[in-house]
């Protein structure tokens, strides 16, 4: 054996026990109570948790965007990953008018072969079909084990918005190819139409970024979305939901039998639209904004309930003079925040303070993932799967600053955030690479992952 956690409590989503775990190239090979094989490597999990890595669906890396590139590297957002439990990332890299598929993702996978210190898979962002083209190419990319797609309702200037024509047919080829259609939704005509009636009156403030795409702009397109989703039996993950109407309309199909996935992030289960009125408000300022107390209460009900499917982050740092441009402007803020270092850590946290419980913690942020995305050697510690492991000490108390994190970034929205809780390894197939507040992985180590259809 390559290694043996012995005495600790395994978490699964459906239940908690005590049991050793012995992992065998980078597998987990047998579970059980004082398991006896010789191992390189013994570690003694006495009193703490044994969960499964975490998997960001959501994070965009190195991502030109804003009039900028995001602040992490794939390097630095996979290194800050794994120090905060993710031992998958995805990311959304964004294909523009005349670029292909397979083109734009051989690209990215060219640099995280060098670069990835946790394993990865990506949803391809698709903003033109190029006459169809990306209709026939998605079918390769399906074999290629890209089996989601996501659709921005939103950024016209970025060139990123696509039409109602164009994700219709995206979902009924997704569904014909069993992929799946994953779908920012806000509606850019509202919120254009109130950008520009607050800077001609002046209001340029960071508030004024949530007040031109407020609760009832992300409802709408959420409602649209849904509409056709169930009326084409098309399944839809809508990622980052962050209002309460729109999260209505989506537990109301859901309920009704459609296969229809809600995403949340930490940041709107942490903070309301109230941030936007601080000093600081431009490093809040992300896309759709956090909402008012409504809503986060509504999410926190959803993710109690079962409703809510995944949380993910949606990372995507900016430097801090990158986000001073919109100190007088907020349409010149680049929309994004860091994350992906805090999205397990903030989830067990909530579970060790009693408002989930810790299975409830790893369904959301690490079983349905791999679950509803196809990753189908993640998610649990289970005989057979990746030894993906969380090695996570309930009594560790943590206060996140931006300088115990591992991104690039120079600023933290959750600075001073103090946590019960925290994880003290983290294993990759096997490999330690984090210990105890350090990096110990090797950039390159990470693998791609070659994701599943449902059909
Ligand atoms: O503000 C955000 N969310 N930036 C990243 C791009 C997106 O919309 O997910
Ligand atoms: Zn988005
Ligand atoms: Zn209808
Ligand atoms: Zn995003």
């Known amino acids: 054996m390559d290694l043996l956690i012995k005495n600790g409590t395994i978490v699964t989503a459906k239940e908690s026990y005590k ?8 597998k987990i090979v047998a579970i059980g109570s004082n398991l006896d094989f010789d191992a390189d490597k013994v570690v003694d999990a006495g009193g703490k948790l044994v969960l499964p890595g975490a998997i960001d669906v959501h994070t965009h890396l190195a991502m030109p965007f804003g009039g900028t590139v995001s602040a992490d590297s794939y390097l630095a957002g996979t290194r800050a990953a794994a120090c905060g439990g993710v031992t998958t990332v995805f990311d959304y890299p964004v294909q523009h008018s005349g670029e292909t598929i397979m083109g734009l993702i051989n690209s990215k996978k060219e640099v995280l072969e060098k670069e990835a210190c946790v394993d990865y898979a990506f949803h391809c962002c698709i903003t033109d079909l190029n006459g169809g083209e990306i209709l026939d190419e998605m079918e390769t990319a399906v074999k290629e084990g890209i089996t989601s797609f996501k659709c921005f309702f939103v950024y016209k200037k970025e060139h990123m918005m696509v039409d109602d024509a164009t994700f219709v047919r995206l979902l009924l080829r997704a569904k014909e190819l069993g992929a799946k259609i994953n779908l920012h939704a806000e509606n850019p005509d509202l919120i254009d139409m109130r950008t520009e009636q607050f800077l001609k009156e002046g209001k340029t403030s960071a508030w004024y970024h949530y007040l031109s795409r407020p609760e009832f702009v992300e409802a709408e397109a959420d409602k649209r979305a849904v509409h056709w989703a169930t009326h084409l039996d098309a399944p ?6 962050a209002d ?4 209505e309309e989506c537990i109301k199909a859901k309920t009704e039998g459609h296969e229809l996935y809600i995403e949340t992030c930490p940041q709107y289960l942490e903070f309301t639209c109230d941030v936007y009125k601080r000093e600081d408000g431009r490093n809040f300022v992300c896309s759709p904004p956090m909402k008012g107390k409504e809503s986060q209460d509504a999410l926190w009900t959803a993710i109690k309930s079962g409703m809510i ?4 982050t949606d990372h995507c740092p900016f430097q801090s003079y990158e986000k001073d441009w919109g100190k007088d402007d907020f349409t010149k803020i ?5 994350g992906i270092e805090n999205l397990y850590p903030y989830m067990l946290d909530a579970a060790n303070s009693g408002k989930i419980s810790f299975e409830r913690a790893v369904e959301l942020c690490s079983t349905n993932p791999a679950k509803i995305f196809g990753c189908d050697n993640k998610g649990s510690i289970e005989i057979g799967k990746d030894a993906d492991i969380v090695i996570y000490d309930k009594e560790k108390d943590f206060t996140i600053s931006v300088n115990n994190m591992h991104s690039d970034c120079d600023h933290t929205i959750w600075e001073g ?3 019960h809780g925290y994880p003290v390894q983290t294993y990759l197939r096997g490999s330690l690479v984090y210990d105890n507040g350090d990096f110990v992985g090797t950039p390159g180590n990470g693998k791609y992952v070659k994701r599943s259809t449902s059909k």
């Open 417 to 419: 955030k103090k946590l």
């Open 334 to 338: 680049p929309n994004g925040c860091a």
């Open 244 to 247: 309460k109407e729109g999260l």
């Open 309 to 312: 499917d995944t949380v993910a």
């Open 19 to 26: 049991a050793d775990v012995a992992v065998n190239d980078g």
């Open 236 to 241: 839809l993950y809508i990622v980052h939901m």
